[in-house]
């Protein structure tokens, strides 16, 4: 029982740190920053993807009176410009929401006393535009996915315990990254792309390569795991493969 859990504790202090490695170097994460203007602090965030309903809203917090800003875009060719308003405890920008797919550059450009801040310098942020996403399409997409490499990670520490229940673990591997593939993740991507009541997108749309290749590898894997061949080598290179994979996942 005490090997059980200290597996189990190992298995979600790996996937949390593979998780947060994912995070902070996906190229759709934010840019983020904090400087100081007359020692108060004023901070900002970039996106590079909008999933809002209907525009996307750039919030920049700061305890300064008297800061004014600009959000400067272009969009098919043209450059816009967009003011920011002061709201309590910062300023708030708003502009309308494009169809899914579509980008925009943008940049802030902050001015207190005569001092101007741009952000960032010399160059702009992609932002991509897709379609909102219901927040239980989320959770279900979020849990199987994360779920599925828990149980990955949990099957390669099974060899520590003699691989009591790889099989189990192998099985319920399979069936969440099943599901997934097969039911939510077309989901979400419908959702993404705009499709429901509007389209029908293309299969290759739908369905996510990386996670095919992960489930092929599982299946592949499973088979030989239940026929006791090359049982440590298998799970070792099966999950090592889904770990490097999942940081391909969009």
């Known amino acids: ?33 904090t400087f ?22 750039n919030i920049v917090i700061s305890d300064i009176k008297g800061i004014t800003g600009k959000l400067i875009r272009t969009e098919d060719g043209k450059q816009k ?7 309590d405890k910062g300023l708030e920008c708003e502009i309308p929401k494009l169809k899914p797919g579509q980008k ?6 902050l001015s207190y006393s005569d001092k101007v801040y741009e952000i960032p310098k010399r160059e702009y942020v992609t ?8 927040s239980l399409i989320k959770v279900f997409h979020f849990i ?12 390669l520490l099974e060899l520590f315990n003699n691989n009591k229940g790889l099989k189990k ?38 369905l996510e390569p990386v996670l095919l290749l992960i489930l092929s590898i599982w299946i592949t894997g499973t088979i030989l795991i239940f026929n006791k061949k090359y049982v440590r080598a298998v799970t070792i290179f099966i999950t090592a493969v889904t770990v490097v994979l999942f940081f391909f996942i969009i």
């Open 169 to 206: 673990y192998a099985i319920i591997t399979n069936t969440l990254f099943l599901t997934l593939i097969t039911i939510i993740a077309p989901l979400r991507n419908s959702y993404k792309l705009g499709a429901i009541n509007n389209s029908v997108p293309r299969v290759t749309e739908l």
């Open 36 to 57: 100081g203007i007359e020692g108060k602090k004023v901070s900002y965030k970039l996106d590079k993807v909008c999933s809002d309903k209907k525009s996307y809203k």
């Open 127 to 134: 932002l991509t535009f897709w379609g909102n996403i219901p």
């Open 104 to 109: 925009i550059k943008y940049k802030i450009i």
């Open 1 to 33: 029982m005490k090997n059980e859990i200290i597996l189990w504790l190992s298995s979600i202090l790996i996937v949390f740190l593979i998780g947060y490695v994912k995070n902070i170097t996906d190229t759709d994460y934010p840019i983020t920053g």
């Open 144 to 155: 199987l996915l994360y779920g599925g490499l828990l149980m990955s990670v949990r099957c």
């Open 81 to 87: 410009e967009t003011a920011f308003n002061e709201i």
